[in-house]
């Protein structure tokens, strides 16, 4: 028997207000320049028990693995490969800003073959390579699989992905990025989310802590401070004076909603005006009951399995119109949604229509 529900769906209330949500600069802005560098690179995870590629299913895992070996000194040329301990990987991994030679950066391992498990296994010498194709990391260790999976010949048990992996500090920093910070004049903070309310406050917080004006805001993502008017030695002194200067951000009222993990999210100015809702619904039952008719004994004939299925559609009865009352708080939103008495799926349903209805004062994102 299979029965259709509807999705359990939780709903999460965010309250936080203007005057208590003070957030630091630096969880707001990013600073110009200041930033990560996405590396990958592409190697072999060895030592598996049993659980890596199958060569004829990924045979580039047997051409890699070839290479290293030759590399090594190991003569291979003309031999067959058919370890099943080897599994071939993409290795990635995001290098620091002002990541300096020398320094270690964490690593994540994804198998890209037929590669049953990670667990257990090391990773061999593997260059990372940045956009512009040159090698800024070198990564190698042994990798902690993120789960773990028991087989046998009719049962399998798998727990989390033992398929990826990561390998804290794993990789080593061969290039630094060249970046000189000292020889800016001007840095430009560009907001995480573009609100003209946030980069004004930005804007006369900082002034405000100078007592000049040593800031502008340019646009509703951006904000530039001068250098030279914050009188600081250097642009990372007046950088390390501003990034924890707290602002109360502004934010555009928004209900997000995603269907997949059931769960919807308010912001605190989500605003609904005051509707009348009747809503109803269908429940489909679906129950597989197959047969198996068998001949007589010793008779010609063979058995046969006969398809036998009840499927029924109901309609949930007919509701009465119910009344939501435009609310001057998240908490009356949430009362006036709730009081419609309905279940999780339903209520997806009715935030869609009422935002339709131009009834919804909020951005209404679903995922």
Known sequence: MMILRGMLIAIVALFATASTAQVRLK???????????DLIGYG???GLDGTGDGIRNAPFTEDIMANILERLGVNVTGEQFRPRNVAAVLVTASLPPFART???????VSAIGDAGSLFGGTLVMTPLNGADGQIYAVSQGAVIAGGVAARGDAAEVVEGVPTSGSIPGGARVEREID???NSLTQVRLALRQADFTTALRIEQAINTYFGRA???MQDSGTV???IAATRASSPAHALSRIENLVVAPGS??????DQRSGTIVMGEDVRISRVAVAQGGLTL????SPIAVQPNPFSPGETVVLPRTEAEITNQAEVSLAEVRGGTTLAEVVAGLNALGVGPRDMIDILNTINAAGALHADLLVR
């Open 102 to 108: 020398g320094s270690r950066v964490d690593v994540t």
């Open 44 to 46: 072999l995870v060895v």
């Open 214 to 216: 040593v800031s502008a």
């Open 27 to 37: 969880d707001l802005v990013e600073f110009d320049g200041v930033r990560g560098n």
């Open 285 to 288: 039952r679906v129950e597989e």
């Open 224 to 226: 530039v401070l001068d």
């Open 252 to 257: 555009r009222a928004r209900v997000v909603i």
């Open 179 to 181: 970046f000189a910070l």
